[in-house]
Structure formats: C-alpha cells, structure tokens
C-alpha cells in the first residue's frame, strides 16, 4: 500500500510555487504521491504535471475532475501532456461532481449522470489508449478526424473514478482502473465498496482495480479542537446525498466522524484499517487544518508508514 497527501496552496501568494515546495516537502517526508483536487480555481493536471517535473519519483494525481462541463477531447490532451511531462507518473482522477456546482457553475442541468459517466469513460479509453475515438453515444461525441495522441504518453493514464454509489462502482469497475472514495471509512470500504468494485471488475473481465482511499486526517494532540475544526470545514459534504450515505454507512452521523485525528498510534492504527479493508493507496487530505507543526507532524507519520 502506498500512501500520499493532497496539496493545497490556494491560500499562498502564489500557488504553483507555493505548491512545488510542499510538494519538495511531501517528497522529502517519504511520502509517495501528490494529489490535487479540482475546483473553479487551478487547473489540476496542470499543476500535477509541473509538480511531476520538479519532484522527479513522485506520482502525481487530480482528485477530481468532474465530467460535467468537460468533454473526452479535451480531458484527454491534458491527461497525455501531463503523463508525458512525468514520464508515466500522472493519475487522472474523474468525477460526477454536484448537483449545485454544475447547474450554478456551468448552467448545465445535472441529469442522467450515470449515463455521462459511462460514455465519457468509455471515450476517454479509446483516446488514452490509442490516440483515436469514434465514440457516438446518447450524450456525448468524440472523433479524431486529426490524432489525438500525445508523445511521450504512450503508456496510457491510468484514470480512476470518485465512484461510493452502486452504480458509479458498476460502470468504474466495467470501464476504469479504480476509484477514489473520500469520507467513505473502512467498514463502508470492506462491507460495500469494495466487494461492488471487485464484482463488476471481475464481470467486466478487468484487472483488480486499485482503491485509493482519500482520508481528512492529521496528527494532534488537540484532538477536540482539531475535530470541532473538521465538522465545520467538512459540514459541506453532508448536504450531498452520495457524501451523506456512505458516511452513515462507515458509522458516522457528521463527515467529521470519518475524520482520522489523533495521536501517532491512533492515526498508524486508522490506516491500517484502510488497508485491512482493501484500500490499495491511503491520500490523507486536510493536514493542513491544525496548523503547520501538526501537518508537518502528520506528513513524518505517514512518510515511515509508507517507507
């Protein structure tokens, strides 16, 4: 099992620059990746693929972009020109996204999400794998009447799917090569997600497909005041019905619940029941929330645990 953090430098004077040294840092710490997530602000396969050239051995990852408001084509060239600026270093991370964000942010109605899924993976596959689509489906179109194929990318990106629902499991374990639950604990991971994911992969005559498992946590001492932190940062998530779900399912009532805070004992022990649980890689997000010293703290945890 590897394990990595995900980056956040959007408060930072600059955040490109701000972002390659926590990175340099996360490096350094021994962890193995670093994930950026996607929002209205950074591009995130942009600042993983310069990230990938400046911290050379470190994978590098977006978590995740949704396909609401994107299209095959386009997703594609920034995937390739990310894995060829790492030289086989970059995962591309996918996602539905929301209801309020893609109807307020885009104008676009949020409908048949399912559907778009499958066909815009479906399309991705055949551009990532071979520089071409003909893809005509219900939703969306993606021809190359010129190659679409990016040198030096040739190994394919590996695309993963921020997939918790019976539905989104399906389609990820047909068509992808994993997912990226987030909130989703270790007896959600073990008792739902998991045996899903395996069962559609192994229907879909794919390989086993990775889990990797995004986790809010850090290392504390002030672990009340550090939770009461998180159930406000992460109250967000609890009013979307896929986040509220598979937080009730990991035995949680508030996204703080699925929170990992404590001491070093405490937070080695979660992940270990990330890994029981059948997560292949463990990304901790929001180490940032307690402070520098702690994140620092929390990143020289998980740095021997990945060693």
Excluded: C
């Excluded at 104008?107 to 999400?113: A, H, M, S, V, Y």
């Excluded at 794998?129 to 190994?155: C, K, M, W, Y």
């Excluded at 949680?252 to 997560?279: C, H, L, N, Q, S």
């Excluded at 890689?281 to 010293?293: D, K, L, P, R, Y």
Aim: negative net charge; glycine residues 10%; without cysteine.
């Amino acid at each position: 099992m590897t394990i990595g953090v995900t980056l956040n430098a959007s408060d930072a004077q600059n955040q490109v620059d701000a972002t390659v040294l926590l990175a340099q840092e996360a490096a350094a710490a021994g962890l193995r990746s670093a994930w950026f997530g996607q929002t209205f602000g950074a591009d995130s396969p942009q600042l993983a693929a310069i990230v990938g050239r400046a911290v050379p051995g470190l994978q590098v990852g977006t978590s995740a972009i949704p396909v609401f408001g994107r299209h095959p084509l386009l997703v594609s060239s920034q995937a390739q020109t990310a894995q060829a600026a790492t030289h086989g270093r970059y995962h591309l991370g996918l996602a539905l996204g929301t209801k309020l964000l893609t109807e307020t942010g885009f104008g676009l109605p949020f409908e048949r999400p399912i559907a778009r899924l499958r066909e815009f993976l479906t399309a991705l596959r055949q551009l990532t794998q071979n520089g071409t689509a003909d893809f005509h489906g219900e939703l969306l179109t993606a021809t190359t009447p010129i190659p679409a194929r990016v040198p030096g990318a040739e190994s394919g990106v590996p695309f993963l799917v921020a997939a918790m629902g019976p539905q989104a499991l399906r389609v990820s374990g047909e068509i992808a090569d994993g997912i990226l639950p987030y909130l989703a604990g270790p007896r959600a991971l073990a008792e739902h997600i998991v045996p899903a994911l395996t069962a559609a992969a192994e229907a879909a005559g794919r390989p086993a497909p990775r889990i990797v498992a995004l986790v809010p946590g850090v290392v504390t001492d002030d672990v009340d005041a550090v939770r009461a932190k998180a159930t406000e940062t992460l109250a967000f998530y609890e009013q979307i019905p896929s986040y509220a779900r598979v937080i009730e399912l990991s035995g949680g009532r508030r996204a703080a619940d699925v929170a990992v805070i404590g001491d070093e004992k405490t937070v080695g022990a979660e992940v270990r029941r990330y890994r029981d649980a059948g997560a292949t890689e463990v990304v901790f997000s929001g180490t940032e929330i307690a402070g520098e010293a702690d994140r620092r703290r929390t990143w020289a945890l998980l740095g021997e645990l990945a060693g």
